[in-house]
């Protein structure tokens, strides 16, 4: 790599840190590479046993100092919860469980940086992926005076068993072994799986070694449950009629829905840098609250607020999944997105069996389905005569136009 002029070189460098591979191999390198401090910053989203020895094998590595930021609270409430509400999903499969946990973790690093008054942050992100542009757009947004980092677009490192020799070089203890070097993303909400024989879009993965959330839908129960979840304002407050925390609630749909197979995508997607991708995502919680929410909004929502929800959510999704989540147009799509919601709530019933969720029922004080109006027989409120006077009107400009076009080829057959 080039060296950076003496005014560019950063003076204290704080790193995303995840202690895996690229993170360890960062703190050493960063070291070398510019000779500053490096602070160690991991953002708790929900890792789980990933976060055991964190702090002393960052310090291991080299790094200065560390700091181990607990966020799971607020990144269910404020970011995967207006995910939630919205129907974000990218290319009609990925929740977004990765780009939903980006501008958080960017945050925080940000909060580190001023608070240690350091002058760089750096990143673990791919000169491939998607993560390098929503770290950088956050950053940008948050603290543009901010340098930023990313050693995979510098360093002659160019694969994770590059990445692993690297570090036996150094006496570095590694994070993993060579025969198991997935590319993972764990938080409450999902955990991804990169890499390896996923690379090939044509072979099937080895679910019963891949998959760490749950089960495939082979390995799942012969019996069915059924949960019963609780909405208010487009928001899941309980569980078969418990109030639970949101951290608790996530994780119970996680471990019930990951038994019955549920939540596993497996899909090829269209990256922002313009290529694509293939991986495949554990989400079983997520894709039960995504199932009941919506089924909520179909029985609360009129036809044409749910036809353009439908619509905007897909931009949504995409703002999320390119890394704009501190923009204008987001957060103006959560002001549509809050007055939708202030009828979505009530009870939404869901049978989950051999990796489906089937809808068993949901109610809603704020309903908009009428018995009397829905059944076949006739009522007082309907009167099946005027659905005449409506199909007249609505077909008018088309019979127009049929009109139009006949004497327009019978003016052109008379020329001829």
Not at 84 to 95: C, I, P, S
Not at 258 to 268: E, F, R
Request: aromatic residues 8%.
């Amino acid at each position: 790599m080039t060296s950076p002029s003496p005014a560019d070189a950063p003076q204290k460098v704080v790193l995303a840190y995840s202690g895996g591979l690229d993170t360890t191999v960062i703190i050493p390198w960063l070291r070398e590479h510019y000779d500053c401090p490096v602070i160690a910053v991991c953002v708790d989203v929900g890792m789980d046993g990933e976060l055991d020895g964190l702090e002393e094998r960052a310090l291991q590595s080299g790094a200065a100092k560390f700091y181990l930021q607990e966020a799971r609270e607020e990144f269910i409430t404020d970011y995967i919860y207006p995910c939630l509400r919205a129907g974000a999903v990218y290319e009609g499969e990925y929740l977004l469980g990765t780009a939903m946990a980006r501008p958080l973790i960017s945050k925080k690093l940000v909060e580190i940086a001023q608070q240690e008054q350091a002058d760089t942050i750096c990143h673990g992100a791919t000169g491939k992926g998607n993560d390098q542009v929503r770290f950088e757009l956050s950053i940008k947004a948050l603290a543009p005076e901010l340098k930023i980092i990313a050693p995979w677009r510098l360093w002659d490192i160019r694969s994770r068993e590059d990445a692993l020799d690297y570090l036996e070089a150094r006496g570095i203890a590694a994070p993993m072994k060579k025969s198991d070097s997935y590319s993972r993303d764990r938080n409450l909400f999902h955990l991804s799986h990169e890499g390896l024989d996923l690379e090939n879009p044509d072979a099937m993965p080895h679910y019963d070694q891949l998959l760490q959330i749950g089960v495939s839908p082979m390995r799942a129960p012969e019996e069915s449950v059924t949960l019963a979840l609780t909405f208010d304002k487009g928001v899941p407050t309980a569980l078969n009629g418990e109030a639970l925390s949101p951290t608790a609630l996530m994780a119970e749909l996680n471990r019930i829905g990951g038994a019955h197979g549920v939540g596993i995508t497996d899909m090829v997607e269209n990256r922002v840098v313009g290529l694509k991708a293939r991986g495949v995502y554990e989400n079983p919680g997520g894709a039960i609250l995504h199932a009941a929410h919506d089924m909520l909004e179909r029985l609360c929502l009129d036809r044409k607020t749910l036809s353009l929800k439908r619509t905007l959510s897909i931009q949504y999704a995409d703002l999320v999944y390119s890394g704009e989540w501190f923009t204008p147009l987001r957060e103006s799509l959560d002001a549509f997105v809050d007055a939708t919601q202030r009828t979505v709530s009530g009870r939404v019933k869901v049978m989950l069996y051999k990796g489906n969720i089937i809808p068993a029922g949901v109610s809603s004080p704020y309903s908009l389905y009428d018995a009397e109006l829905a059944s076949f027989a006739t009522g007082e409120l309907y009167r099946h005569s005027d659905a005449e006077g409506f199909i007249t009107l609505s077909g008018l400009p088309l019979k127009v136009r049929a009109q139009m076009l006949a004497k327009a080829a019978s003016l052109s057959h008379e020329a001829q």
